[in-house]
């Protein structure tokens, strides 16, 4: 769902919460745009309360944030914040990964398979393989089994997402990713569980290429949208 949809559910809150948040995680509001509540509320066919109330969550969040002059901001990409949030999803995901291994199956193995196959194509564009790749991690990291695993993982990734989506944009970027994903699952296959742990660690560092990519990406009219 995005903001072109309207609004059709029961759970009118919780619904425009989710196309708030989709529209900020697909590039939809980008890093930095200026969100009016009256246009959001116009767009989703809603009135204003429901979408206040969205906005709130977004913010203590981190998606969004109110400034003094009562602007309301989609966050912005930060080379401070991206290595912060690499530092605590680089240990935390190399360890849940270590814990998960054990339950990685057949099926969990064709399905994590499945998944490289539909990001290593060349027809994957960059929001649909930061999707894939998203979907391709918790499996590998197993939310299914871990309630807060799960949810202290969704608040990582959707802070994240903003920067993977510039990551998908440089191609030397994702095939970089989509190499580093089939030699894990081969050393996965292989039981050689120390290189998987290596080649994930690995890959997860390279996120922090983007720190050097953030210093001319989003700028504007002569002005910064990053720091």
């Given at each position: 769902?995005?903001?072109?949809?309207?609004?059709?559910?029961?759970?009118?809150?919780?619904?425009?919460y989710?196309?708030?948040?989709?529209?900020?995680?697909?590039?939809?509001?980008?890093?930095?745009?200026?969100?009016?509540?009256?246009?959001?509320?116009?767009?989703?066919?809603?009135?204003?309360?429901?979408?206040?109330?969205?906005?709130?969550?977004?913010e203590?969040?981190?998606?969004?944030?109110?400034?003094?002059?009562?602007?309301?901001?989609?966050?912005?990409?930060?080379?401070?914040?991206?290595?912060?949030?690499?530092?605590?999803?680089?240990?935390?995901?190399?360890?849940?990964?270590?814990?998960?291994?054990?339950?990685?199956?057949?099926?969990?193995?064709?399905?994590?398979?499945?998944?490289?196959?539909?990001?290593?194509?060349?027809?994957?564009?960059?929001?649909?393989?930061?999707?894939?790749?998203?979907?391709?991690?918790?499996?590998?990291?197993?939310?299914?089994?871990?309630?807060?695993?799960?949810?202290?993982?969704?608040?990582?990734?959707d802070?994240?997402?903003?920067?993977?989506?510039?990551?998908?944009?440089?191609?030397?970027?994702?095939?970089?990713?989509?190499r580093?994903?089939?030699?894990?699952?081969?050393?996965?296959?292989?039981?050689?569980?120390?290189?998987?742990v290596?080649?994930?660690?690995?890959?997860?560092?390279?996120?922090?290429?983007?720190?050097?990519?953030?210093?001319?990406?989003?700028?504007?009219?002569?002005?910064?949208?990053?720091?």
């Amino acid at each position: 769902m995005t903001l072109k949809d309207p609004i059709k559910h029961d759970s009118l809150q919780k619904t425009v919460y989710g196309a708030i948040r989709a529209a900020i995680l697909n590039g939809e509001l980008a890093p930095g745009e200026q969100i009016f509540l009256g246009d959001l509320a116009k767009r989703l066919h809603v009135s204003t309360m429901p979408v206040r109330e969205a906005l709130r969550t977004l913010e203590a969040q981190g998606m969004i944030s109110f400034s003094s002059q009562k602007k309301i901001l989609v966050a912005r990409l930060s080379a401070e914040d991206l290595e912060e949030f690499y530092w605590i999803r680089i240990p935390l995901e190399c360890r849940s990964f270590v814990r998960n291994l054990a339950y990685l199956g057949n099926e969990e193995m064709e399905e994590l398979h499945a998944l490289h196959r539909m990001m290593s194509d060349e027809n994957t564009s960059g929001p649909e393989w930061v999707r894939l790749n998203r979907e391709f991690h918790m499996l590998l990291y197993g939310t299914k089994r871990s309630r807060v695993l799960k949810g202290a993982l969704k608040w990582l990734w959707d802070n994240v997402t903003a920067y993977l989506n510039l990551y998908a944009q440089k191609a030397f970027l994702v095939q970089e990713a989509n190499r580093a994903h089939e030699a894990l699952l081969s050393a996965i296959e292989e039981k050689e569980m120390e290189r998987a742990v290596e080649i994930l660690k690995t890959h997860l560092e390279s996120g922090l290429e983007l720190k050097e990519i953030l210093h001319t990406a989003w700028r504007g009219e002569g002005e910064e949208a990053v720091t």
